[in-house]
């Protein structure tokens, strides 16, 4: 019963190095989601993909790009880290509309 | 553009007394959820309220939905230290189903 799994849990990054955070589902889920979590602001959303073979930019997408790689796989790639994408990252997936969504256990990421 | 608010932010309160954790979001929606989160830990998922009027309850906590208000509220009956944490409501909005988050309330429970 893994639900969703992140892989790295901690990552350190210096400004301008590049990186990809894995997300994994073995709930047969259509969709999935990447958000970030900063201090004092909930959650929000970059990225998600509705249905494998499909992505569509969240609430905060700028300086991030993402791939579907099939129906269990949603990586969100970093081509040049900032420091103000230090967050924390979750990967969401969920069946349908009315279902619930289940997160993973997070990535903390610091750009230094 | 859809907006979700909580209050309180931040919530210190003694054993054993009630309060409620408020959640207005700006647009119709029918599905709101309600979430837990320990620090350093993912979240946890609490409550799904699906049609108006709802009302869920899991030991101490209790969860409702007004769609026509656009209001969920949390109420936490007789306090337990162990609910000290993170409660953070989320709207599931439009067709192509996000979920959009409060801010979180942090909740403190004093012995």
């Known amino acids: 019963n893994a639900g969703v799994t992140q892989t790295p849990k901690f990552q350190v990054l210096k400004t301008g190095q590049s990186m990809t955070l894995q997300c994994a589902q073995d709930m047969n889920h259509n969709s999935m989601y990447w958000y970030r979590q900063d201090p004092g602001m909930g959650l929000r959303l970059i990225y998600y993909?509705?249905?494998?073979?499909?992505?569509d930019k969240g609430e905060v997408p700028n300086g991030y790009n993402v791939s579907r790689l099939n129906k269990r796989e949603f990586s969100l790639r970093l081509e040049s880290a900032a420091p103000s994408q230090t967050s924390v990252y979750f990967c969401a997936s969920s069946e349908s509309r009315g279902g619930g969504y289940t997160f993973g256990s997070g990535t903390r990421l610091t750009v230094v | 553009e859809l907006k979700v608010e909580q209050n309180p932010l931040f919530l210190s309160m003694q054993e054993g007394k009630n309060y409620t954790i408020y959640c207005n979001y700006s647009t119709t929606s029918d599905r709101l959820y309600w979430y837990r989160q320990d620090p350093g830990k993912s979240l946890e998922s609490l409550f799904v309220l699906l049609s108006n009027g709802a009302v869920k309850q899991e030991g101490r906590l209790m969860a409702s939905l007004d769609t026509k208000a656009r209001l969920s509220t949390l109420h936490i009956t007789a306090a337990v230290h162990d609910l000290s944490a993170t409660y953070f409501c989320a709207v599931d909005s439009g067709s192509a189903r996000q979920l959009t988050f409060g801010s979180g309330t942090q909740l403190t429970v004093l012995p």
């Open positions: 993909s509705a249905s494998e073979g499909t992505t």
